[in-house]
């Protein structure tokens, strides 16, 4: 099958310009993982408690953090209802139509935002906010306001902070939207995963072109800074043809960036997608073909490719960071907001506090035993190792920058950077081969092709990766 070239060949000379092949994506197509944390969520093991949790905030609280004394923090809050399931869900979620459960669950994250908070010290300064789920518009008009009000009193939101909120086009109204805007959400991310009405039904989740249309034409009048769309590929009944549809259609509503990702379908882990056919899910290679088409529609739209799995147009800060070298990576995926700590509230969510990463009760009862009992709701986490310190800088260098200097690793973490990661550079050779690193004496580039499967350059630096038998439990690559 032909696909677009993203990369032309040279016109001449003794060795073509790799390009982006069919058989490259095909090879590539192995699982890893995104990346949004090293060591990956994974490994945070049960020995990691809320003592020590707290213990990194009263460290933060001594040292100031990331970036400093006084440096802002990243907050994220997960609210885990949904109204009904998306067959292809793998989030931690609570499906149900009874909002009166929403209640105690807003009781229970605000007393752990106090115990947080008073852990922290006075009202600490957040720059970035961000409402995940589950669907964070499950909660009424009434209990966003009463959520907004608790977070206020507890930290200084910044004149300029980002702060976002996941949207279910099918559980919010214009009138819902001024509503946000007017508590000070500045940035929507609409989840959309395709606009094809057999998909839609083959997944569960109706929602058509015309209503996020108009909802997206609501969220610019209402002066939402940046509107992001969330796609899946690799969904059933999608083909690379009606995918194609759904990347123009979505090209045309002009958001400010575009997430992409591949549907990976494990009925075992995840329960509801035992309600996917697998006979209607696409082949490998129709997944490579609508992965293809896709990534040269966007580019083709206008659109600048930012990393693995995010596109933006050419104006907006994160295309404008990528091409200054300023992005960065977080739970959220690509960032521009410098590195910081952060709290992750709610049942499952995850905190990243200085060299350490922590995690929350996965199911509602233990979340609401934990609070019950005054303690902070963690059950797992990590203090990273010395190793895991350097590897996550190697890693998350590559990720957003595109590159590896040898010295700066070395200056920072005072090691022989060619000596300790003696077999990463060897390994790194295939990739050389391939055309997807350029290495040199003094670190390694991630070439324009590179880019596209950028967590498989990240991949080799990944100590806990390389000892892992059982990689099915990534997502793949593409
Ligand atoms: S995909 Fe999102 S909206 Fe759908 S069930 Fe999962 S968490 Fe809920």
Not at 267 to 294: C, D, H, N, W, Y
Not at 329 to 351: E, H, K, M, W
Request: hydrophobic share 40%; proline share 5%; net charge negative.
């Amino acid at each position: 099958m032909d696909h677009p070239t993203l990369h032309p060949t040279r016109g001449s000379g003794l060795q073509a310009e790799p390009v982006l092949t069919d058989e490259l994506l095909h090879r590539m197509d192995r699982p890893g993982p995104r990346y949004t944390s090293y060591p990956t969520a994974d490994r945070f093991v049960e020995a990691f408690t809320a003592e020590h949790f707290l213990q990194a905030l009263a460290q933060r609280h001594d040292m100031g953090g990331v970036g400093g004394a006084g440096a802002p923090l990243s907050l994220y809050i997960h609210v885990p209802f949904c109204e009904s399931v998306c067959y292809y869900c793998a989030c931690n979620k609570i499906v149900t139509r009874d909002h009166g459960r929403a209640a105690a669950y807003l009781d229970a994250l605000e007393h752990e935002m106090a115990l947080a908070a008073d852990a922290l010290g006075e009202r600490v300064q957040v720059s970035q906010l961000h409402f995940g789920g589950g669907t964070p518009t499950f909660l009424s008009d009434e209990e966003l306001s009463r959520l907004m009000a608790a977070i206020r009193v507890r930290f200084e939101l910044l004149p300029k902070g980002e702060f976002s909120i996941e949207i279910d086009p099918r559980t919010v109204t214009r009138q819902r939207l001024e509503h946000l805007r007017a508590l000070g959400l500045n940035r929507v991310s609409f989840g959309v995963q395709d606009f094809d009405a057999q998909v839609q039904q083959a997944v569960h989740r109706i929602q058509p072109f015309e209503q996020v249309e108009a909802l997206m034409r609501d969220a610019r009048e209402l002066g939402f800074e940046s509107i992001n769309v969330d796609l899946i590929y690799g969904l059933p009944r999608q083909t690379p043809e009606s995918f194609e549809r759904t990347v123009r259609q979505v090209a045309g509503l002009r958001p400010d960036r575009i997430a992409m990702y591949g549907y990976a379908h494990l009925p075992t882990r995840f329960k509801p997608q035992r309600r996917i056919e697998p006979a209607e899910l696409p082949s490998g290679g129709q997944r490579v073909g609508m992965l293809a088409q896709a990534l040269a529609g966007f580019v083709s739209h206008g659109y600048q490719y930012i990393g693995m799995d995010h596109f933006a147009l050419p104006d907006d800060p994160l295309a404008q960071a990528k091409r200054q070298g300023r992005l960065h990576r977080n739970f959220q995926g690509y960032s521009t907001q410098p590195d910081c700590d952060l709290i992750g509230l709610g049942v499952s969510a995850i905190s990243r506090v200085g060299p350490c990463y922590s995690q929350n009760a996965k199911t509602l009862d233990e979340y609401y035993d934990a609070l019950r009992s005054n303690q902070l709701p963690v059950v797992r986490g990590l203090a990273l190792t010395r190793d895991d310190l350097v590897r996550r800088a190697v890693i998350m260098s590559i990720m957003c920058h595109g590159r590896l200097s040898y010295e700066s690793v070395a200056l920072a973490h005072l090691i022989d950077v060619r000596s300790y990661f003696a077999a990463e550079i060897e390994a790194l050779e295939d990739l050389a081969r391939d055309g997807l690193v350029m290495l040199s004496a003094d670190g390694l580039e991630v070439t324009p092709l590179g880019w596209y499967f950028v967590r498989s350059v990240a991949m080799v630096f990944d100590r806990h990766l390389r000892a892992d038998r059982n990689r099915e439990r990534f997502s793949k690559v593409i």
